[in-house]
């Protein structure tokens, strides 16, 4: 049975950007929050970026209207019922998402299949938290999910061939590109981009440079769209220290222990641009 219709848990700034490029490509949508003050604050944020579009000349009011036509919110997980795809973007916390699996698992249909828009668990454990652990795979988007080309599809010990290649499908219908791979930490990018967060704030606490400095020179220097500080704080530092903590309880490398400065900052409540400090202020 094709995918129709897709239900997205979450509307925090992952699930927001889920839910509006599938809305985007056709798929009616249905995103659910916990509370209704979450919800409004994620679809309007979808508003938002698609009213900044079409003043950009991205796309058209009628494309804008299309796709917040596709797409509609609520708070109760049983309003997913009737979803091919539910795509799971919502607490990094095994026990969360294992307690939306266990109640979307008994009122949506068999043949649906559950991604997991995770950065660092591990797919095959939470596919085990579901009765469907063949149907289950890793969907993982990037920040900000409508400009970022890329997404990880990665299949856990338990996905079946069907499954994968229906998901990878599916990224493809979005418009995305989608690569494969390895259910272990940070998958394949923050494999590699995660140590070099970590490497830059470990440089800077060895004075390399101002940190103005080291993201002027990677920016100029390789092309990169943001300099290591400035896409610390994009991404939060929170979320980095987390990963990292993950990736380096399960590889114990060095490479992925979190710095001293990155641990203080995040006890310090400094997590980057969402908090309105980082390692610059906003
Ligand atoms: N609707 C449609 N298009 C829009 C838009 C909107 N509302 N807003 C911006 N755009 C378009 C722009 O028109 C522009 O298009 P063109 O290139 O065709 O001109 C493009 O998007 C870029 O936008 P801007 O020019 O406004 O901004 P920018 O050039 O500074 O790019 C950025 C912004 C895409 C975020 C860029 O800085 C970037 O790629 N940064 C790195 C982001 C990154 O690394 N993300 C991954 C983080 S890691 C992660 O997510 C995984 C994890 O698990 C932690």
Do not use: W
């Not at 239900?7 to 925090?12: D, F, P």
């Amino acid at each position: 049975m094709g995918i129709k219709t897709v239900g997205v848990l979450g509307c925090g700034l992952m699930g927001a950007g889920i839910a509006q490029v599938c809305a985007a490509s056709g798929y009616k949508t249905i995103v659910r929050e916990v509370e209704d003050a979450f919800l409004k604050k994620g679809l309007g944020r979808i508003d938002k970026f698609l009213a900044g579009g079409v003043e950009k000349g991205k796309l058209t009011a009628e494309e804008k209207d299309r796709t917040l036509g596709n797409l509609s919110g609520t708070t109760r997980l049983e309003e997913l019922a009737g979803c091919d795809l539910i795509i799971e973007a919502i607490i990094e916390n095994v026990e969360e998402k294992a307690t939306a699996y266990r109640v979307l698992d008994g009122v949506v249909g068999e043949h649906a299949i559950f991604c997991s828009n995770t950065s660092s668990l591990c797919i095959t454990e939470l596919a085990a938290k579901t009765r469907r652990p063949d149907r289950f795979a890793g969907l993982h988007f990037f920040n900000p999910v409508p400009l970022m080309k890329l997404v990880e599809v990665i299949r856990g010990l338990t996905t079946s061939d069907d499954t994968y290649q229906q998901v990878f499908a599916f990224a493809q219908s979005l418009g995305k590109e989608p690569i494969t791979a390895p259910d272990k930490p940070g998958f394949i990018v923050n494999r590699l981009l995660v140590p070099y967060l970590l490497d830059a704030i470990r440089s800077y606490e060895h004075g390399l440079g101002t940190i103005e400095d080291i993201d002027k020179g990677m920016k100029l220097g390789t092309g990169y769209p943001m300099g290591p500080f400035t896409l610390l704080d994009f991404v939060g530092l929170d979320t980095t220290y987390y990963i990292a903590n993950i990736m380096f309880e399960e590889y114990r490398e060095p490479a992925y222990a979190p710095p001293p400065l990155l641990k203080r900052m995040v006890l310090a409540g400094r997590l980057g641009k969402k908090s309105g400090q980082g390692f610059y202020k906003y």
